[in-house]
């Protein structure tokens, strides 16, 4: 087993050719609640994809091809450019660098990459060739789905000229200097030849900016030596190495995986798997499957783009290698599950992670595992309620209190008195059921979100820790009984009194039970 620590919380994920996923990503979650904007410059080949919707209804008189009647037309950054904009989507700084052409594409390009906060000055205008755009036309026939119906690309793949090579590099010397990360996205259009490349990794070098490449589909990749990390998928590993692997086979993987690091003097290199997650493989250390979670595939678009968007980010916060190429993975899902290409928003990531959480771990949670969490929930404007009590016996008026304390707010946290504590302010016998008994009885509820348990006689040092918007009580107290309440009240929080069930109560049940147990033919009223 190897071990890597994010945060605070360690993860445990075994070597080939077995892993396991980690069943408590708190410690990412945390992470990621102390993210920060981080200067992230992308060099590569920036393109503009136009979309041509309309309506092909008929044949030209004149050729058996379909007419498309046009009705609206799109333009959003592509290749390079879409790593643009899901850093932007991750709240990071983001710097192009690449090469447009004189034209009206380049412009469009550049506008819409700064109306998403990026910063263009480093795309050096190339009169002498054009935007590289790719124009897809899609059609509707008889009102159904639209299908595309061809596409034309405008490009020049030749390599740039060295007079405009020495802008890219003189420009990218300048941005480097404050920079965290430089990604090179590389679609072999021309614009990172050799040359180009070489000199970004020595800039980035003198700058003490890490290199990650999200290699092209090409035979030969000395290019990218001396590169920090290389994102390869399986069909590109197997181009550039000669080796070819099969899903599953994890042997020639990792072969290929220390061919690319020794050859190419990297650091590390990570191979997307798609399904399968990825291989890290960190100089000096052993190969590590890092998994991810399974998920309904839609459309495989941009997830390579949004692994070294996400990887670029969290390694600019401070991840270790294992911890970013987990976030990368879990970011890539989301994306294949979205029509086509689509910039995954931090807040998604962070959602996705509270789910899995939720997956493996159920509702039971220590209180330093609960406070990141509902950090991360608060982040997106959720409110969170907090009640609490031994729920010995749990009966419909317990059920209706939960299910009122609920409506309250967008999360209900419930402090689960411990057993101890309940031998201490109950009458002797209880609990009846023991606490593990009780969490998953409580788990089983729909209105309860977290469970925690607490061993003090009050939930008063709970009720700070948390901080709830909301503070639920039965309506047999009166205000000043509530523990807790000052401290809510003082925050801004409110409390509500939720009306109880009448006859509805443990000791009531238990009383009843008793009762029963000593008079077996006593008529039942309840």
């Not at 075994?14 to 396991?20: A, E, G, K, Y």
């Not at 899901?86 to 983001?94: H, I, N, S, T």
């Given at each position: 087993?190897?071990?890597?620590?994010?945060?605070?919380?360690?993860?445990?994920?075994?070597?080939?050719?077995?892993?396991?996923?980690?069943?408590?990503?708190?410690?990412?979650?945390?992470?990621?609640?102390?993210?920060?904007?981080?200067?992230?410059?992308?060099a590569g080949d920036?393109?503009?994809?136009?979309?041509?919707?309309?309506?092909?209804?008929?044949?030209?008189?004149?050729?058996?091809?379909?007419?498309?009647?046009?009705?609206?037309?799109?333009?959003?950054?592509?290749?390079?450019?879409?790593v643009c904009l899901?850093?932007?989507?991750?709240?990071?700084?983001?710097v192009c660098l690449?090469?447009?052409?004189?034209?009206?594409?380049?412009?469009?390009?550049?506008?819409?990459?700064?109306?998403?906060?990026?910063?263009?000055?480093?795309?050096?205008?190339?009169?002498?060739?054009?935007?590289?755009?790719?124009?897809?036309?899609?059609?509707?026939?008889?009102?159904?789905?639209?299908?595309?119906?061809?596409?034309?690309?405008?490009?020049?793949?030749?390599?740039?000229?060295?007079?405009?090579?020495?802008?890219?590099?003189?420009?990218?010397?300048?941005?480097?200097?404050?920079?965290?990360?430089?990604?090179?996205?590389?679609?072999?259009?021309?614009?990172?030849?050799?040359?180009?490349?070489?000199?970004?990794?020595?800039?980035?070098?003198?700058?003490?900016?890490?290199?990650?490449?999200?290699?092209?589909?090409?035979?030969?990749?000395?290019?990218?030596?001396?590169?920090?990390?290389?994102?390869?998928?399986?069909?590109?590993?197997?181009?550039?190495?000669?080796?070819?692997?099969?899903?599953?086979?994890?042997?020639?993987?990792?072969?290929?995986?220390?061919?690319?690091?020794?050859?190419?003097?990297?650091?590390?290199?990570?191979?997307?798997?798609?399904?399968?997650?990825?291989?890290?493989?960190?100089?000096?250390?052993?190969?590590?499957?890092?998994?991810?979670?399974?998920?309904?595939?839609?459309?495989?678009?941009?997830?390579?783009?949004?692994?070294?968007?996400?990887?670029?980010?969290?390694?600019?916060?401070?991840?270790?290698?294992?911890?970013?190429?987990?976030?990368?993975?879990?970011?890539?899902?989301?994306?294949?599950?979205?029509?086509?290409?689509?910039?995954?928003?931090?807040?998604?990531?962070?959602?996705?992670?509270?789910?899995?959480?939720?997956?493996?771990?159920?509702?039971?949670?220590?209180?330093?595992?609960?406070?990141?969490?509902?950090?991360?929930?608060?982040?997106?404007?959720?409110?969170?309620?907090?009640?609490?009590?031994?729920?010995?016996?749990?009966?419909?008026?317990?059920?209706?209190?939960?299910?009122?304390?609920?409506?309250?707010?967008?999360?209900?946290?419930?402090?689960?008195?411990?057993?101890?504590?309940?031998?201490?302010?109950?009458?002797?016998?209880?609990?009846?059921?023991?606490?593990?008994?009780?969490?998953?009885?409580?788990?089983?509820?729909?209105?309860?979100?977290?469970?925690?348990?607490?061993?003090?006689?009050?939930?008063?040092?709970?009720?700070?820790?948390?901080?709830?918007?909301?503070?639920?009580?039965?309506?047999?107290?009166?205000?000043?009984?509530?523990?807790?309440?000052?401290?809510?009240?003082?925050?801004?929080?409110?409390?509500?009194?939720?009306?109880?069930?009448?006859?509805?109560?443990?000791?009531?049940?238990?009383?009843?039970?008793?009762?029963?147990?000593?008079?077996?033919?006593?008529?039942?009223?309840?």
């Open positions: 087993m190897t071990s890597f620590v994010s945060a605070g919380t360690v993860f445990r994920l075994s070597l080939f050719p077995m892993s396991t996923v980690p069943a408590d990503t708190t410690g990412l979650v945390r992470f990621l609640d102390r993210w920060q904007r981080r200067r992230i410059v992308v920036f393109m503009l994809d136009q979309y041509i919707h309309g309506a092909a209804e008929r044949l030209s008189p004149d050729a058996p091809v379909p007419v498309l009647a046009v009705e609206r037309q799109e333009h959003r950054p592509g290749g390079s450019a879409n899901d850093l932007a989507a991750l709240r990071l700084e983001v690449g090469v447009v052409g004189a034209d009206p594409a380049g412009r469009l390009l550049k506008q819409a990459l700064a109306a998403k906060g990026c910063d263009t000055t480093g795309l050096v205008v190339d009169g002498g060739r054009p935007t590289t755009t790719k124009q897809s036309f899609i059609g509707r026939a008889q009102g159904r789905h639209p299908q595309k119906m061809f596409r034309v690309d405008c490009e020049d793949r030749t390599a740039i000229s060295d007079t405009v090579a020495r802008k890219l590099l003189a420009a990218a010397d300048r941005q480097l200097a404050r920079a965290d990360v430089l990604c090179l996205e590389d679609y072999n259009k021309g614009v990172l030849t050799p040359i180009v490349c070489q000199g970004l990794i020595r800039l980035a070098r003198k700058h003490r900016v890490p290199v990650l490449v999200d290699p092209a589909a090409i035979v030969d990749y000395a290019k990218y030596r001396g590169a920090t990390c290389l994102t390869p998928n399986r069909t590109e590993a197997a181009l550039a190495t000669g080796l070819d692997a099969a899903a599953g086979d994890f042997p020639t993987l990792r072969r290929m995986a220390q061919r690319l690091l020794k050859n190419l003097k990297l650091s590390c290199v990570v191979l997307t798997l798609d399904k399968q997650g990825a291989l890290l493989l960190d100089k000096g250390g052993k190969p590590v499957h890092v998994p991810t979670v399974a998920r309904q595939v839609y459309d495989v678009t941009g997830a390579g783009d949004m692994v070294l968007a996400m990887l670029s980010g969290a390694l600019a916060n401070g991840a270790s290698w294992p911890a970013a190429v987990y976030l990368a993975n879990t970011a890539a899902g989301l994306e294949v599950e979205r029509f086509g290409v689509v910039p995954i928003a931090l807040d998604e990531v962070l959602l996705a992670l509270l789910r899995q959480n939720h997956a493996a771990l159920g509702k039971l949670r220590t209180l330093d595992q609960l406070l990141p969490e509902l950090a991360a929930y608060r982040s997106q404007g959720r409110s969170v309620a907090f009640t609490n009590g031994c729920f010995d016996i749990l009966h419909a008026g317990h059920v209706e209190f939960l299910r009122q304390a609920r409506r309250t707010a967008d999360m209900l946290v419930v402090g689960l008195n411990s057993d101890a504590s309940i031998r201490r302010i109950k009458e002797p016998g209880r609990p009846v059921n023991h606490e593990a008994d009780r969490v998953q009885v409580l788990s089983e509820l729909q209105s309860v979100d977290y469970i925690v348990v607490f061993d003090a006689d009050t939930p008063e040092k709970l009720i700070r820790a948390i901080r709830p918007q909301v503070l639920v009580k039965g309506a047999d107290y009166h205000p000043a009984q509530v523990v807790g309440w000052p401290f809510v009240q003082k925050h801004g929080g409110r409390l509500v009194l939720v009306p109880l069930v009448q006859g509805r109560s443990t000791s009531n049940l238990i009383g009843r039970i008793k009762a029963t147990t000593t008079n077996p033919g006593q008529r039942r009223t309840w």
